[in-house]
């Protein structure tokens, strides 16, 4: 009995000790704010398509700040395979940072878009169509920023990660222009 107090005690004194020595969380504040970009899609046929998507621009508002006497290091920002760093002469102090990125299509995977801008043969076409011509895809692709802030004694990193909108938008003339050419 007196042993296993004695281990509980040392555990408990282990566990105070470590949780007091312990490094000491950083409150450094970043954030992300991106565009959703618009992709125009020709009418297909009906049924469950994949949509390769085409090289995509993200415009990001970067929001970083450093507290506790450290100053902004560096910030990185990644999406896919792409990546941006910046150093910190390159990081706004009293604003958002802009940092504009391309995704390569290679790097984005294929969607699977169902009953959008689906092309309507002749002999439906009664009039105006009434099918959305916008469709928001949340979370498309993911972004992930880390901010490093660094002090006289410390340093300390900061991750952030955002999820990525794009907007699909139904382009009904190009189906309006192969049905006049023909």
């Given at each position: 009995?007196?042993?296993?107090?004695?281990?509980?005690?040392?555990?408990?004194?282990?566990?105070?000790?470590?949780t007091?020595?312990?490094?000491?969380a950083?409150?450094?504040?970043?954030?992300?704010?991106?565009?959703?970009p618009?992709?125009?899609?020709?009418?297909?046929?009906?049924?469950?398509?994949?949509?390769?998507?085409?090289?995509?621009?993200?415009?990001?508002?970067?929001?970083?700040?450093?507290?506790?006497?450290?100053?902004?290091?560096?910030?990185?920002?990644?999406?896919?395979?792409?990546?941006?760093s910046?150093?910190?002469?390159n990081?706004?102090?009293?604003?958002?940072?802009?940092?504009?990125?391309?995704?390569p299509?290679?790097?984005?995977?294929?969607?699977?878009?169902?009953?959008?801008?689906?092309?309507?043969?002749?002999?439906?076409?009664?009039?105006?169509?009434?099918?959305?011509?916008?469709?928001?895809?949340?979370?498309?692709?993911?972004?992930?920023?880390?901010?490093?802030?660094?002090g006289?004694?410390d340093?300390a990193?900061?991750?952030?990660?955002?999820?990525?909108?794009v907007?699909?938008?139904?382009?009904?003339q190009?189906?309006?222009?192969?049905?006049?050419?023909e």
């Amino acid at each position: 009995m007196i042993r296993t107090t004695t281990y509980l005690a040392a555990a408990v004194v282990l566990l105070i000790a470590t949780t007091a020595a312990g490094p000491v969380a950083a409150k450094d504040f970043l954030s992300i704010v991106a565009n959703a970009p618009a992709v125009p899609l020709e009418p297909r046929s009906p049924g469950r398509n994949f949509v390769r998507l085409p090289a995509l621009e993200y415009l990001f508002e970067i929001y970083a700040q450093c507290t506790d006497d450290r100053s902004p290091e560096s910030l990185s920002l990644n999406v896919a395979d792409t990546r941006k760093s910046l150093q910190a002469d390159n990081i706004a102090n009293d604003g958002p940072t802009g940092i504009s990125l391309t995704i390569p299509a290679n790097q984005i995977a294929p969607l699977v878009v169902e009953d959008f801008c689906i092309a309507v043969p002749e002999e439906n076409d009664d009039g105006p169509d009434e099918a959305p011509v916008q469709l928001n895809i949340p979370a498309a692709l993911s972004a992930q920023a880390s901010l490093l802030c660094v002090g006289a004694e410390d340093k300390a990193m900061t991750y952030v990660s955002k999820t990525l909108d794009v907007s699909l938008v139904c382009d009904r003339q190009a189906e309006d222009l192969e049905t006049a050419d023909e």
